[in-house]
């Protein structure tokens, strides 16, 4: 595989449920990033991830939990959502954590809260 | 106030006519720009990047940036109904350790 992967690509949950996102970059870059996009909003940077350290938090509330434990692997973790959580989650890789040239995104999971 | 502007739209051009995209950022020390390209239902995906001011042509692609003016944009030439997308306007922070998206210009080019 090359790029990166994000699994699953679609998940609908209850606000009661725990999942977790999973995100796989085949770039060998050591910087990782969590975004979710809603409908009608800019890109919401979520986490950052340099060198598998969490560098940014953007005040993201605490039912998600990121986890990076490797520079190939990131994960986000769910539980009791609320509906307005529903939205594409994307993660991205980037080298050395910069972004002067830019992000690759992988293709999201689209997430549904019921 | 928003730290990377772009107009909504939609933009509607023709087919074979050149479509004009704008933002505006608002951090003066920003160094890298970047325009992504988003179809419906689908990841971004980088097609420019731009560094010093003036132009930038890779293919039917220009990407422009005035650092004075804090203003960077994207010409598509010849565009084609394939090129009708959203285009995100990107700019990296004054640490330069992430980048800021704009909410995106929806294009469209009409047969």
């Known amino acids: 595989e090359t790029g990166v992967t994000q699994t699953p690509r679609h998940l609908v949950m209850g606000m009661t449920n725990k999942k977790s996102l999973k995100c796989e970059q085949h770039?060998?870059?050591?910087?990782m990033y969590w975004y979710k996009q809603s409908a009608k909003k800019p890109l919401e940077l979520m986490f950052v991830?340099?060198?598998?350290?969490?560098?940014e938090n953007n005040s993201v509330p605490s039912r998600f939990s990121p986890e990076c434990p490797n520079s190939s692997h990131l994960f986000l973790h769910l539980h009791t959502l609320q509906p307005e959580d529903s939205a594409l989650y994307l993660c991205a890789s980037s080298q050395d954590g910069r972004g002067d040239y830019g992000y690759t995104f992988g293709s999201g999971t689209r997430l549904t809260v019921v | 106030q928003k730290e990377v502007e772009q107009n909504s739209g939609p933009l509607s051009v023709p087919e074979g006519a050149i479509a004009s995209l704008n933002c505006t950022y608002s951090?003066?020390?920003?160094?890298?720009f970047f325009w992504y390209r988003q179809y419906s239902g689908k990841s971004p995906e980088l097609i420019m990047s731009i560094y010093s001011n003036g132009d930038k042509e890779d293919g039917r692609f220009t990407a422009q940036l005035n650092k004075a003016s804090q203003y960077v944009s994207l010409l598509i030439r010849d565009s084609q109904p394939s090129d009708s997308a959203t285009y995100l306007c990107?700019?990296?922070?004054?640490?330069?350790?992430?980048?800021?998206f704009g909410g995106g210009t929806r294009l469209m080019v009409k047969p």
């Open positions: 770039l060998g870059h050591n910087a």
């Open positions: 990107a700019v990296d922070n004054n640490a330069g350790n992430m980048l800021t």
């Open positions: 951090d003066r020390v920003s160094q890298s």
């Open positions: 991830y340099s060198l598998e350290e969490r560098v």
